[in-house]
């Protein structure tokens, strides 16, 4: 069995760093990286950091609906997993 920190550290990645979740949306149509809340409390929009900065004016972090959004046409999520 091996270790994710040892295999990660041997490349040179800084585990010292924060950990974000990853999150799947429904039918596993798209990952993105969850960087926290909007609304404390509230669930329904997070900031998130992905590769559809074409569908967010550009932007790379970006708020994104966590549930289905039909004007950005994204799933909603699933679930998340950490490493």
Excluded: C
């Excluded at 040892?6 to 990853?22: D, H, I, T």
């Excluded at 329904?44 to 559809?52: E, K, L, R, S």
């Excluded at 967010?56 to 950005?72: C, K, L, Y």
């Amino acid at each position: 069995m091996f270790k994710t920190g040892e295999v990660l550290s041997s490349p040179g990645f800084n585990l010292g760093l924060p950990v974000y979740p990853l999150l799947f949306t429904q039918g596993y149509t798209h990952t993105y990286t969850f960087m926290g809340w909007v609304t404390p409390g509230k669930y329904d929009y997070a900031y998130i950091v992905d590769n559809q900065a074409r569908s967010f004016g550009g932007q790379v972090f970006h708020v994104r609906s966590t549930t289905d959004d039909p004007v950005h046409h994204i799933d909603g999520m699933a679930f998340f997993m950490y490493f």
